[in-house]
């Protein structure tokens, strides 16, 4: 079996699989106790908060450990529009956001916000300049991504975050993607919300965390008792947290090795496939991207049926996100980046991950022109 989808998600890392199972056992105290059992998992719910912080750039304090990405999107959202209502109703976005961010803002529209969605080019980038002309009197957010999950493109963040800052702005970033794989800095990047999620690198699904750095004025979205903070009730997932710090902590010594081994592996392939199929055509920018993503339109073919034969081989890949495969449409992040529709249709995102060798690359590269010429003669008749 061949597994090139860790943009979906990831196996548990056996060290974090190892730094998890006491809290499934011994560790079994809920943290607000005071006695021995709750103070025994305290103090490790509080190390993982380190370890969070350490590998994002912030304070220990401003971690806020969430059930997923998607919580987190939504708590940073939804919370600074009712936080910063009497201040202003403006939100400023990209058109090629998760859905988590995306329907999010759908939300807040249909509740009173204005959203302004800037378009992005060819590559998938956005235009600076049309961001400080969108930010206005009424805006009191920039939601923008780190790294995109279809393509893999790289917003330039640093330069997001000056800009808001300049402007007085608050800047959310929807890092799920990019943590563990690139640098990510919330002081150096001005970055004031930042969404992580576990089970993207190593860590189970079912935890992730939202960074609220200090003096950022947030609502909270589940009302309860006063655990983190009194910004997110309910008792905590200890053995998700856990795993998340250990993954955390994991990340942080071996993400520039692994990031070179997965950019070289990634290109092998991607130069590989259009060198047998020259009619293929990459979606994204050529240099500002993930080094584990490639997404690859092939002309005359629809992705689904390409996923299917790749799937009875063993091999897993996606088309578009998986939220959204399944459905016939074509992505909206390639239709947003002004990909033809028909070439959107036949699009494949290949993501690596620890698991993934030169052996899996191989092979995809021997099998793959069979099946598109296959499938591409089928589809003549
Ligand atoms: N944001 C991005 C960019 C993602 O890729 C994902 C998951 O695919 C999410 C948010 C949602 O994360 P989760 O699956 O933890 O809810």
Redesign the pocket.
Known sequence: MIYLDY?ATTPVHPAVLEALLPFYRENFGNPSSVHWAGRMVKGAIEEAREKVAALVGCDPVEVVFTS???EA?NMALKGVAAALRGKGNHIVTTGVE?P?VLNACHYLENNGFEITRLPVDRHGMIDLAELEAAIGERTILVSA?FAN?ETGVLFPVREIGAIAAGRGVYFHC?A??AVAKVPVDCREMHINLL?L?G?KFGAPKGV?ALIVRKGVKLQPLIHGGSQERNRRAGTENVAGIVALGKACELALVEMAEEAARLSALRNRLETGIRALLPDVRLNGHPDRRLPNTANLSFPLLEADSLLLNLDLLGIAVSSG??CSSGTLKASAVLSAMGVEPALARGSVRFSLGRGSTAGDVEYVLEVLPGIVERLRKSSEK
């Open positions: 943009n997923c990405g998607s999107d998760h988590a991504m999950n929807d799920v993607q969404a999620s089970h992730g996100s998986a």
